[in-house]
């Protein structure tokens, strides 16, 4: 079975409805994987979703903040929803697809503007949920999965405009990538994207601080799609579609897709 799997932070699924079904008019993943919902499950407008053909939806939701969600085509059903750091955040959700294949989509805390635990409190917090997420992975090793999700962590120095001025911001610094880093081994996952695109400045997110976003590119690669190693040489045709973030009342991420042959 092939299947193209997108993931995508919408910042508020119900301001952006219109841009999700442009997205899912135009390039009809047979799953998206959405974060920062920013609602309630009941309240996400699933209407027009379903219209499009995307019947099925796992989902945690919160009034105003964070709120993860899967849309699919094939047929799925819940899996798994994990409450890491205990934050009491809807910042995980899995659903397992009818060919067996589980998908997980996480919203990892963004974390502050200051890189240390003692000063700020949710630096210390995104530390913790990366700690949990690798401890779960290594307590239950993953098969037959994929991880997808904005990680907010851009860990490699082509994913972002520019590694040395970047070390002390949050999202780059050598703490936050050594904690992915242990996630990722922690689960066998393989980084699909820069599997498929391993050369390269590559970006998922640019500030809405900039004026002109596209001629400034100060970007940085937050979402992520990875596989367990068991699956991962099945994905490919990654792609980040860097011009949805051009769209009318943008998110500032850009969806990144790939294709699965399982």
């Known amino acids: 079975m092939s299947f193209t799997l997108a993931t995508w932070n919408i910042n508020s699924v119900r301001l952006r409805e219109p841009i999700v079904l442009k997205l899912l008019e135009e390039e009809a993943p047979d799953v998206l994987c959405l974060q920062e919902c920013k609602s309630p499950v009941e ?14 939806m796992v989902a945690r939701g919160q009034k105003g903040y964070n709120g993860v969600a899967i849309l699919s085509k094939i047929p799925m059903v819940e899996s798994s929803a994990q409450d890491f750091a205990n934050l009491g955040h809807a910042r995980h959700i ?9 998908v997980h989509n996480f919203y990892v805390p963004a974390g502050g503007d200051v890189p240390d635990r003692e000063k700020n409190e949710k ?35 082509d994913d972002v405009w520019d590694h040395k001025k970047l070390l002390k911001i949050v999202s ?4 936050e990538v050594e904690h992915l880093a242990e996630t990722q081994e922690a689960g066998d996952w393989v980084d699909v994207t820069r599997k498929d695109i391993p050369d390269g400045k590559l970006y998922s997110w640019w500030s809405y ?11 940085r690669r937050l979402d992520h799609v990875w596989a367990t190693s068991d699956i991962a040489s099945s994905g490919h045709s990654s792609r980040v579609l860097r011009d949805v973030r ?17």
């Open 43 to 56: 309240l996400i407008p699933t209407e027009g979703f379903e219209a499009l053909g995307y019947r099925y």
């Open 94 to 102: 899995a659903g397992t697809l009818e060919n067996g294949v589980t």
């Open 123 to 157: 630096f210390g917090q995104k530390l913790d949920y990366l700690t949990d997420m690798r401890d779960w992975f290594r307590a239950e090793k993953p098969q037959k999965s994929i991880l997808v999700g904005d990680l907010n962590i851009a860990p490699r120095e």
């Open 172 to 175: 780059h610094t050598p703490i």
């Open 209 to 219: 601080r900039a004026k002109d976003w596209d001629a400034a590119d100060k970007g």
């Open 246 to 262: 051009g769209w009318e009342k943008p998110s500032d991420h850009a969806p990144v897709f790939a294709t699965f042959d399982i």
